[in-house]
């Protein structure tokens, strides 16, 4: 009896590197690489077409959509993928710069897909992340038992003020009461 799903994910190996699309990861080994998501946008989109050039045009578009960034953000951010590439595997050059016109990826580069089977009931979709229920409140009990009472009753409430006044804490506080 199977109880999981079977899904297809594509896995692009660049050098010694596998990165997982879908997943948003780069590996090494098995071994999770630290990656922020702008240098991770920038290494997919090369990695979808290895060894040509894409414009640093493009990459601004597409990682930085609907926003005004400067030029400098993306070098920057290339820069930072390629320190995380090189210092992880020393033996290969991954980015090249092609001046006035973009980047492109040199590394050896493969797709693969591979079957995956899912556990329906360990799939991300089904982990729940609440926030850490709080120990206590003082001086809210009136407004926590209010608003617990509006929940029960509407199901979706409103709760509006001023920054900083505890709207978050009194929430969470009230949910943990309310069911």
């Not at 090494?28 to 946008?41: H, N, S, V």
Request: with cysteine; aromatic share 6%.
């Amino acid at each position: 009896m199977n109880n999981g799903h079977r899904e297809t994910h594509e896995i692009i190996v660049i050098g010694a590197f596998q990165l997982f699309p879908k997943e948003r990861a780069l590996k090494m080994d098995g071994a999770a690489i630290k990656l922020g998501g702008r240098a991770f946008d920038i290494l997919l989109m090369l990695a979808e077409v290895p060894g040509e050039i894409v414009s640093q045009k493009e990459l601004l578009a597409n990682v930085w959509p609907n926003v005004f960034v400067e030029d400098v953000s993306l070098r920057v951010h290339i820069s930072a993928l390629r320190r995380v590439l090189e210092d992880q595997d020393k033996h290969q050059t991954y980015l090249m710069n092609v001046p006035g016109r973009g980047y492109k990826l040199i590394a050896p580069t493969s797709k693969h897909a591979v079957e995956v089977v899912r556990d329906p009931l360990l799939s991300p979709q089904l982990t729940l992340r609440l926030p850490r229920a709080l120990q206590g409140m003082i001086g809210r009990q009136d407004e926590v038992q209010a608003i617990s009472g509006k929940v029960l009753a509407q199901r979706f409430v409103n709760i509006v003020g001023p920054g900083g006044v505890g709207k978050n804490d009194c929430c969470t506080f009230g949910r943990a009461h309310a069911y």
